[in-house]
């Protein structure tokens, strides 16, 4: 349940059980590099450079695609977080700020998807500011059922039928902490306010 409210599927979780915050989760999978790579070539050139900035710069879906050119800064290379498409259950997407303020982010965008994020630029945003960085021909931001179901496709072509968007999150927080990252700055480029029931913060010292 809480995956599903950091994906925006639902609102908030109805497990409310006191208590049931301090038991482990299950553990999530977690996608290879070379996986990612197989699966991000498997798309459509469009939807190419969302997901390797969901795994790569630990975004959640709606922050991917709450993303604006004013957001993105190719010479520092990094990324401002300052809204996300959430979907309430039974409703339309709506564009609304990060839910704390360690959802403000501004995080680095890594050297090696940087020609990915460059080119998807040029190819596929307009010129103005607020132009959508994913968006259709229509100008308008790809939705986030579209997102999903564009993953889901990639996915399944490189058999890791489980990986949801989530994972791919959870998946470049793990690589982060594998390099010796410390717990403050997974926090930090997760955008967690805390690391208490945080499945997305997989260091060794979390156990």
């Known amino acids: 349940m809480n995956t599903a409210v950091d994906d925006k599927r639902i609102g908030r979780s109805p497990c409310t059980v006191k208590g049931a915050e301090g038991t482990d989760s299950a553990t999530r999978p977690i996608a290879t590099i070379a996986e990612l790579q197989a699966a991000v070539d498997a798309l459509l050139p469009r939807y190419r450079a969302g997901f390797a900035l969901a795994a790569w710069c630990q975004l959640r879906r709606g922050e991917v695609l709450g993303l604006q050119r004013r957001h993105v800064d190719m010479d520092a290379l990094t990324i401002k977080v300052e809204q996300e498409w959430v979907v309430p259950p039974g409703k339309r997407p709506v564009l609304k700020a990060p839910k704390t303020a360690a959802g403000y982010r501004t995080t680095d965008v890594p050297a090696n998807i940087a020609p990915v994020l460059e080119a998807h630029l040029s190819s596929f945003v307009g010129p103005g500011p607020t132009a959508w960085v994913f968006g259709i021909a229509t100008g308008k931001p790809v ?65």
């Open 143 to 207: 939705g986030p059922r579209n997102f999903f179901r564009q993953w889901e496709k990639a996915r399944n072509q490189v058999g890791r039928r489980e990986l949801t968007i989530h994972d791919l999150r959870h998946s470049g927080l793990t690589w982060s902490a594998a390099t010796g990252a410390p717990l403050a700055e997974l926090m930090r480029r997760g955008g967690h306010k805390d690391s208490r029931g945080r499945r997305a913060l997989p260091t060794g010292d979390q156990g």
